[in-house]
């Protein structure tokens, strides 16, 4: 069963940081009529925060009528800002046909984006993907590897998921499986540092 995303990331550097939040609390609250309102027009200006949850809200239908175009056309934007849980669910609608032709590339393209951001579920699904060769070529190698950093990420199945595949390998397959998970850890601290450093001296700049 595909898990969805309930809530976005909280920190956002948008100026609209307090009503998301406010939208947020609301949905956390069920008070799902009070979050679509405050969620909308925040949406409409350009907040992934805003449209990752209004496109949950379309998607399992909390206070609203089920519309899997309103969710699809909301998740999209925010994918396109880069919200990895937009990404996960898009990748998930079209994993499943949910209101789209099923489409295993596409859902592999969306999964990628956001297992690249750390997501463990999305991780966890790449490794199914290439387990299985569903929207991508059968890559026991692969497989290992997304297996491999879903449970460096935190998810409970990737130790199982990993053994089990290891099982069908070659000593060398594993041991070039392995080193690619090395390598994606490096390169994605060194991404996380230079972010961290790009919004640091950021800060510090003057304004105009």
Sequence with gaps: MLALFSLAPVLSTSNNSWKEQKALEALEKGDYAAALKEFLPLARKGSSVAQ?????????????????TEALKWYRLASDQGDPA???????????????????????????????????????????????????????????????????SGSANGPEDRDFIASKMTPVQIAKAQRLAGEWKRHAKASLVNEILSRWYGALRPGP
Excluded: C
């Design 52 to 68: 990752f949850n209004l496109g949950f809200i379309y998607h399992e239908g909390k206070g609203v009528p089920q519309n899997f």
């Design 86 to 152: 937009a990404q996960f669910n898009l990748g998930a609608m079209y994993d499943k046909g949910d209101g789209v032709p099923q489409d295993y590339k596409e859902a592999v393209k969306w999964y990628r984006l956001a297992a690249g951001q750390g997501i463990p579920n999305a991780q966890l699904k790449m490794g199914f993907m290439y387990d299985n060769g569903t929207g991508v070529p059968q890559n026991y190698v692969q497989a290992y590897m997304w297996y491999s950093l879903a449970e460096a």
